[in-house]
C-alpha cells in the first residue's frame, strides 16, 4: 500500500472511530484513552498533509524534500576539523550510563517484523551512508562530518538524561521489552534507501512515528533520515534526526498560519518546525509570533519518558561548586551553575564556551566576590553570521581584582522576546568553563545566610510591559546583617539595596510568564531564595469554529459562520472579532481572501455575503485592548450561493 493510498483509507477509519468516540459508552479508562488518540490523530491528519495514518491508526509523519532553490542557498560550509580521533567516531556518547538511548545509525541495517513492514516496506537491509559510493568504509570525510552530526544532535539532546551515540547497543538498549523494562530509546536510521521511495513515494526526507520512544516491543522504529536530498549537509541531516526524534517523543509540527513548518527568524527557528537555515535551533512552547502549537516541548519529552540531567552545580554563592573537570551542562531556564574559583587577585580572566557546534546555549557570565557581591557581567549579543553559525554565544570576563575568593555564575538567557529573537526557555546546552589568575577550590564565605524574603508578590502593569515586584525582610538574617537583595526576572538579575523592598521589572513582552526570585545577602553570601510567577497581558488566542453552513438571502451569494470565544483572554476583556474569507478552487488552491469590518465582542456568528459563488472555508480573529489575535482554525469548507 504506498503512502497517499494508505493515508486516504486509514485517515477515513481513524476519523470514523472519532466520531464514533463521541457516543462511546464504555467507561474503561482504556477505551477512553484510545478514543482520544483517535481524536487527536483524526484532528492533525485533517490539519497537517505530512502526517499519515497507518492501517492500526496509529500517527506517522513524512517530512518533504526541500525545494531545490532551498537546496542551492544553503551555503557550502566547510567540514569542521573533528573533535574526537577518526577511529573513535563509531564509539561517542553523550551520557554513557543513562537507560535511554538515542543511536544514530550510519552503518546500514536489516529492518523487518515492524509497523513499517506491516505498510508495505519489504523485509530487509538498508545501506550505510556514504558520500564516496563505497558502504563498506567509511573514509575520513565521511567520519568527520558523522562526529558533527553526533555533535549537533547531541547538543539538541543535552539537558535530557539521554545518551545520544553512534555506538549501537542493541535490541536490548533501544526496544523495551514491558512496562517495568526502563532502558530503551530511539534509532535514527541514516541511510540512502530506497525505503523512500516504497515509504513516501520517494519525496521526503525523514519519516517518524508519533509518540512512540517509550512503546514497548519497539515495531514503530527506527526513525527514517535520507541523508541525500540534503546533499549530505551536517547540519540539515542533523536538524532532521533531532526533529523525528521529537515526533517518537509525540512532538507535533510547530508552524504558523501560513506554514506548516515555521521557518523562525534570524537567527532563531524551532527544532519542531523548519530549522535548516538559522544557526540557533531550540525547543520551542509556540510563544513566536502566529504559532499554531502550543506544545511546551520540555513537558511533552519529560511525559514520553525523558527526564532532564541531574543538576551538576551549586544555586548561589554559598553553595557554589568546585570548578567542572570537562564539560558542564545548563539543562532548564531556571538552571543557574554557581563555580568556586578559590583565591583570585590580580587579572582575572573567566570564560563559558558553549558547544564547538550547534550550540543551543547562549550563556550570561557573572563573576561575584564571596559576599555575593557581583564584581562583573558578560552577555554579549547574539546575531547570526550564516545558517551554520551564530555570534554572541559564549562569554568572557577580564578583569582586575582584590585578593580574595571568587564565585562565577553561569546562566543560559535569551536575546529580546520570543516575538523578536527567544528567550531563556530553550537556551540550555553544554558548556566548559576556563578560569585565569585564580587557584581553584572551594569558597569558605564563612557564617550562615539569610532565610528567604517574605510575602514575595509581582503585580504586573496592564500594559503588559512592566511589573511590580515587593516582598518583605526575612525572618532570620542569618549571622550578619542583610546587605542588599538579588532580583531576578525572567533569567535578568539585578541588585537592589538592604533598605528596598520593591523592584520595578520593565521591558517586559507581552504575553510572556515570567520567572522571579528575590534573595538577600549578607557577608556569608546569598540566602534562600523566594520565588514566584506572573504573566504579562497578551492579545487573545485563537477563537473556535463551532459550524459554518450555505446560505442565501435575496438572491445574493451568502454563508454563515459560528464561532466560540478564544480559550485564553490575554488577560484583557475581548472587544471585537474580524472574519476571514477564502475561496478555493475545485484543486485546493486558494483564488481569494478577504476579511470583514471588526464585529461587535457580544456576536459570535454571522452571516456574509460573498463576492462570487464557489468553495469558501472561514477562520476568525479576536481583538482586545491589547491588540489582534492570531487566525482560528479554518472552517469546513461550505459553497457559497
Known sequence: MNRRMGRT??????????????????????????????????A??????????????????????????AVRARQAVPALAPQFPLSQTFQLHSQPGSDRTILLDFDGATVSGTAWNSEGLPNGSHPAWTLDGNASTFNNNERTLIQEIWQRVAEDFAPFDVDVTTEDPGTA???RSGAGDQVFGARALITPSN?????????????????????????????????????????????????EVGHNLDLEHDGNSQEGYDSGHAPWAPIMGNSDFEPISQWSKGDYDDADNQQDDFA????????????????????ASALPDGTAYIASRTDKDFWALGQCSGSVKVTATGAAVGTNLDIELRLYDAGGTQVAVNNPLSAKVDADVASGMNAAITTSVGAGQYVAAVDGVGNGSPKTGYDDYASVGAYTLTVTGCEGGPVDPGGETPSAPQSLSASPDPSGTSALISWDEPADEGGSAITGYEVTVGGVTDSVSAATFSYEATGLSRGETYDVSVVAVNDAGAGAAATTSFSTGDVPGPPVITGAGSGALGGKVT?????????????SAI?????????????????WSGSTDVLPASQLSSS??????????????????????PLSKASKRVRGR
Open 9 to 42: 483509507v486509514a485517515c477515513a477509519t481513524a476519523i470514523a472511530a472519532a466520531l464514533a468516540a463521541v457516543g462511546v459508552t464504555s467507561t474503561s479508562s482504556q477505551a477512553v484513552g484510545s478514543d482520544r488518540k483517535a481524536a487527536r490523530y483524526a
Open 44 to 69: 492533525i491528519v485533517h490539519e497537517d498533509p505530512t502526517a499519515s495514518l497507518d492501517s492500526d491508526g496509529n500517527l506517522y509523519y513524512t517530512e518533504p524534500v526541500p525545494s531545490a532553490a
Open 173 to 175: 538498549g533501544i526496544v
Open 195 to 243: 525505503a523512500v521511495d516504497q515509504l513516501c513515494d520517494g519525496d521526503c526526507v525523514g519519516i517518524a512515528y508519533l509518540d512512540v520512544f517509550d512503546q514497548v516491543g519497539g515495531d514503530s522504529q527506527p526513525v527514517w533520515v535520507f541523508p541525500q536530498y540534503y546533499e549530505d549537509n551536517a547540519k540539515g541531516i542533523a536538524e532532521t534526526v533531532s526533529h
Open 300 to 319: 511533552v519529552i519529560a511525559g514520553a519518558g525523558l527526564n532532564l540531567r541531574t543538576d551538576d552545580a551549586g544555586n548561589s554563592v554559598g553553595a
Open 559 to 571: 454563508a454563515s459562520v459560528r464561532w466560540a470565544p478564544p480559550a485564553d483572554d490575554g488577560g
Open 575 to 591: 472587544t471585537g472579532y474580524v472574519i476571514k474569507a477564502t475561496r478555493w478552487s475545485v484543486l485546493g488552491s486558494a483564488l
Open 608 to 629: 456574509l455575503q460573498l463576492p462570487k459563488a464557489g468553495i469558501w472555508s472561514f477562520r476568525v480573529r479576536a481583538f482586545n485592548d491589547i491588540g489582534t489575535g
